[in-house]
């Protein structure tokens, strides 16, 4: 088979590197990909949301399989593009739909969605430049901290959670008034859950489905959760207080209806679901959907399947995974991201990496590099994930920090805490 990733990320190197895995694939390409993705595949640089170049090229290298990483090309309807198109659409897209897309394009779709289908979650209002007012008077009568997170795609950046009330009103009508662009026009206030997150992971054929390990990443760029969020610091597969009977919650309470919503409503969905979770007090709340895997869990879940990825997608293409098993490497996988110095802020670009070649007992996961004059070079704020295998977390979390040791650029930081609450 040939196939395509779309996206650019330490999440495409890691489905690049398993789908390389497997026997069934001929050529891989990566759109635009990164340093790493050029390892295993083919970069093509074509970005993500130029859907005449990516249809160009599907045609052009036969591509049977197009797997979408970020969720801007799903909400910007990729997949329907795919199916409207005669030349394109019996190429099959792993990735909703666009309706199945505004799961994670819209907040508030999300939650009146989780509603409707009786999924739980946390309470919620959502209000608009004109109803500020009545905003406000439901911030007073929530419970600090408060939770306000902009409708649309903010990039990681849209959820402020607040603990002082007037701070939070403040808040409120600065997102209102276009702090977030046009992602802050809608703000979905909301209760704040008190427990302690992980993610869970479904492969959907909009059928049936399949489990994928779950994960616990850090947002917060401080040690001890502290500070600015970020797109990830680190994860953590499998996850402790996940066992058998509370992954079984999951599956009665929130996979299963989710799944039947989608049906319910008619949604073209095949593809990954990215299910957000609080553990408050042994039962799992939802506190948002993706329609994509995670990053950086992604590097954590992936290296923890044993089965074919190829074999995987394929079935889910041909609405066959009911008949699929998931085999699990039982071990913990650990990863720690190596950023910028200055991200999630202003940081700088284009710094040589040095230490690559001397990594050993780990994988090297590239989220924000490039490949340049034989050199790699730092392009983004996140840019490698050190991916460790080990008996415990404590083993693999070691592997991790000594090869996150021996990668050197210029303003390296990383977190030497993941796993701290575990």
């Not at 859907?51 to 160009?56: A, D, N, R």
């Not at 997150?197 to 994960?215: Q, R």
């Amino acid at each position: 088979m040939n196939i395509l990733i779309i996206g650019a990320g330490g999440r495409e190197h890691a489905l690049a590197w398993k789908l390389a895995q497997s026997p069934q694939l001929d050529s891989l390409f990566i759109a635009p990909g990164n340093a790493g993705t050029a390892t295993v595949g083919t970069n093509v640089a074509i970005g993500v949301e130029d859907f005449e170049g990516i249809k160009q090229l599907v045609l052009d290298e036969g591509i049977d399989l197009v797997v979408v990483g970020p969720e801007a090309p799903l909400v910007a309807g990729i997949t329907d593009f795919f199916k409207a198109d005669p030349l394109l659409h019996g190429v099959p897209v792993i990735g909703p739909s666009k309706a199945g897309a505004e799961l994670e394009g819209s907040k508030n779709i999300a939650k009146v969605f989780m509603r409707e289908y009786d999924i739980p979650t946390g309470q919620f209002c959502t209000f608009i430049d004109y109803t500020v007012a009545e905003g406000k008077a439901y911030l007073a009568e929530l419970k600090p901290p408060y939770v306000l997170k902009a409708d649309g795609l903010a990039g990681g950046k849209g959820v402020l959670i607040i603990d002082n009330l007037e701070e939070a009103q403040q808040e409120l009508e600065n997102m209102l008034k276009g702090k977030f662009g046009e992602a802050s026009k809608k703000v979905v206030v909301e209760e704040h859950l008190a427990g302690i997150e992980l993610s869970v992971f479904v492969l959907t054929d909009g059928e049936g489905y399949v489990m994928l390990p779950e994960a616990k990443d850090y947002k917060r760029i401080g040690e001890g959760d502290t500070g600015l969020n970020t797109g990830g610091m680190g994860a953590i597969s499998p996850v402790p207080f996940a066992d058998k009977a509370f992954l079984k919650k999951v599956e009665e309470r929130i996979v299963k209806p989710t799944i039947e919503g989608l049906k319910d409503r008619e949604i073209d969905y095949k593809g990954f679901i990215f299910i957000g979770l609080m553990n408050k007090g042994g039962d799992p709340y939802v506190i948002e959907y993706n329609v994509r895997l995670g990053d950086p869990e992604t590097e954590v879940v992936l290296p923890r399947v044993k089965t074919d990825m190829v074999e995987l997608l394929k079935a889910t293409a041909e609405e066959r995974l009911s008949e699929m098993e998931v085999e699990l490497d039982e071990r913990t996988v650990s990863t720690v991201m190596l950023v910028s110095g200055g991200y999630p802020g202003t940081y700088e670009k284009w710094k040589d990496i040095s230490g690559l070649d001397q990594v050993e007992g780990s994988v090297v996961f590239h989220a924000g590099t490039k490949p340049e004059d034989g050199k790699v070079l730092t392009s983004g704020g996140r840019v490698i994930a050190v991916s460790s295998y080990g008996d415990n977390m404590k083993e693999a979390l070691a592997a991790s920090y000594k090869n996150a040791e021996k990668i050197q650029f210029e303003g390296k930081y990383y977190r030497s805490d993941i796993g701290f609450d575990l």
